[in-house]
């Protein structure tokens, strides 16, 4: 599985951006993906994850009622609609997909190594 995001960029707090990531390759076998952040000197972070082929979305706290991960099958993509952004949400941010149907709790979904395949980055930065 092939993954490359796009969509980041510079906004003004209070702004808005979209995501994407664009999943090709064996994307039949993906049964979860994920969007991760790393900002410069921290470790990389859970944002939101979606299953695939079924409902049930999760989010870190800190974003909940701010963004919005959403996917379409039939493209392929997995979306990040992020709202009323701060600059603490400056960073890197990462799309994931793992293969395995085996059940995850939220700790296992927000946990890094949990995904085997990921793509190579979009920077958000968000100016104050």
């Known amino acids: 599985v092939q993954l490359q995001a796009s969509g980041g960029g510079l906004v003004q707090t209070g702004g808005s951006l979209r995501l994407s990531c664009a999943a090709s390759?064996?994307?039949?076998?993906?049964?979860?993906v994920a969007w991760f952040r790393q900002a410069p000197g921290k470790e990389r972070e859970f944002v939101a994850s979606?299953?695939?082929?079924?409902?049930?979305?999760y989010y870190t706290d800190s974003v909940k009622g701010r963004f919005t991960i959403s996917r379409d099958n039939a493209k392929n993509t997995v979306n990040l609609q992020m709202n009323s952004l701060k600059p603490e949400v400056t960073a890197v941010y990462y799309c994931?997909?793992?293969?395995?149907?085996?059940?995850?709790?939220?700790?296992?979904?927000?946990?890094?190594?949990?995904?085997?395949?990921w793509g190579q980055g979009t920077l958000v930065t968000v100016s104050s």
């Open positions: 390759g064996r994307t039949f076998s993906v049964a979860i």
């Open positions: 979606s299953r695939w082929r079924s409902s049930g979305t």
């Open positions: 994931a997909a793992d293969t395995s149907l085996a059940p995850r709790s939220f700790t296992r979904l927000s946990n890094r190594y949990e995904y085997e395949y």
